[in-house]
């Protein structure tokens, strides 16, 4: 059992930055992918990145690649998400997600464990 705990989300005009961090707490190992997703309200849950823990590679969404960028700290199992130039359509609940397998890393499906999400607004 793995628990997430997200932190860091807020209000934020546009063209502002924001990051958000990821504690992982339990029964912790490193060896897994770490994602996020975010959700709007009315809309299905949204990939938005992941990395892998041993070697760090990264992959975004199209729709925020060059804006965000992930990153982790091996000591605290803390992941962490680097959001600049945010936009309105960024806002959403942005959620941790933790894989103990690689296979649909860009599906919710894909993902074992949850945090329970941190706001993200983005308005003038």
């Known amino acids: 059992q793995v628990q997430l705990v997200e932190s860091g989300g807020g209000l934020v005009q546009p063209g502002g930055s924001l990051r958000l961090s990821c504690a992982a707490s339990?029964?912790?190992?490193?060896?897994?992918?770490f994602g996020w997703f975010r959700q709007a309200p009315g809309k299905e849950r949204e990939f938005v990145s992941f990395i892998n823990w041993i070697s760090g590679t990264t992959y975004y969404a199209d729709s925020v690649k060059g804006r965000f960028t992930m990153s982790r700290d091996n000591a605290k199992n803390t992941v962490y998400l680097e959001m600049n130039s945010l936009e309105p359509d960024d806002t959403a609940v942005y959620y941790c997600a933790v894989a103990r397998r690689i296979t649909s890393l860009t599906r919710a499906r894909g993902y074992d464990y949850w945090g329970q999400g941190t706001q993200v607004t983005v308005s003038s």
């Open positions: 339990g029964r912790t190992s490193s060896s897994y992918v």
